[in-house]
């Protein structure tokens, strides 16, 4: 059942994180790259939890942040230990995804956790088969349905590992918030 909404400040909290950073990045001499993906390097293995927090340019950040809010905050409708677990599990799934497949020199951006986000909200539905979940994925969809385009942009410097294992994870996440926690009380949807 939807209680009143809160605010969204977690989905907020991470995009301040991530402007933060770009700030630094852009004003500091260093280069926070040594927080993004190299793929297949064991030292970089820990960084599937860092490389969504740093960007590679202005467009970069400016591009994720509203789908990241908007979709974050949705998510946040589904409790706020969802979102935790949801975003923890993209970020495992989509990284370890991305570590192993990418062709890309250093990956970073949010946009894997994008689609991460986006595939929850649509599989949610199917995994929960309720009217509201339903509802929520045919707005999601007519709004963010072009991210499909997304998973086939095969540029250079574009992950598409990225994007691929970060919808991956988001659809395990969906499984994965209906077996166990369907009746949980953090569950409001």
């Given at each position: 059942?939807l209680?009143r909404?809160?605010?969204?400040?977690?989905?907020?909290w991470l995009l301040a994180?991530?402007?933060?950073?770009?700030?630094?990045d852009?004003?500091?001499?260093?280069?926070?790259?040594?927080?993004?993906l190299?793929?297949?390097?064991?030292?970089?293995?820990?960084?599937?939890?860092t490389?969504?927090?740093v960007?590679?340019?202005?467009?970069?950040?400016?591009?994720n942040?509203?789908?990241?809010?908007?979709?974050?905050?949705?998510?946040?409708?589904?409790?706020?230990?969802?979102?935790?677990?949801?975003?923890?599990?993209?970020?495992?799934?989509?990284?370890i995804?991305t570590w192993l497949?990418?062709?890309?020199?250093i990956?970073?951006?949010?946009s894997?956790l994008?689609?991460g986000?986006?595939?929850?909200?649509l599989?949610s539905a199917?995994?929960?088969?309720s009217?509201k979940?339903f509802?929520i994925?045919?707005?999601v969809f007519?709004f963010y349905?072009?991210l499909?385009?997304?998973l086939?942009?095969?540029?250079?410097?574009?992950?598409?590992?990225g994007?691929?294992?970060g919808?991956?994870?988001?659809?395990?996440?969906?499984?994965?918030?209906?077996?166990?926690?369907?009746?949980?009380?953090d569950?409001?949807?």
């Open positions: 059942m209680r909404y809160k605010i969204p400040f977690d989905a907020i994180i991530m402007w933060s950073l770009f700030i630094v852009f004003l500091l001499p260093i280069s926070l790259n040594f927080l993004g190299s793929p297949r390097r064991l030292l970089s293995l820990p960084n599937i939890f490389f969504p927090l960007h590679s340019g202005l467009w970069h950040i400016v591009s942040s509203l789908p990241f809010v908007i979709l974050g905050s949705i998510i946040q409708l589904y409790g706020r230990t969802t979102y935790w677990l949801t975003t923890f599990i993209i970020l495992l799934v989509g990284g995804g497949f990418s062709s890309a020199g990956v970073v951006g949010a894997g994008i689609f986000y986006w595939s929850f909200l599989s199917y995994f929960r088969k009217l979940t509802a994925a045919f707005v007519i349905g072009s499909l385009f997304g086939f942009d095969l540029r250079s410097h574009i992950s598409w590992a994007h691929f294992w919808l991956i994870g988001g659809v395990v996440a969906a499984y994965w918030s209906v077996k166990n926690i369907r009746n949980a009380a569950s409001e949807i």
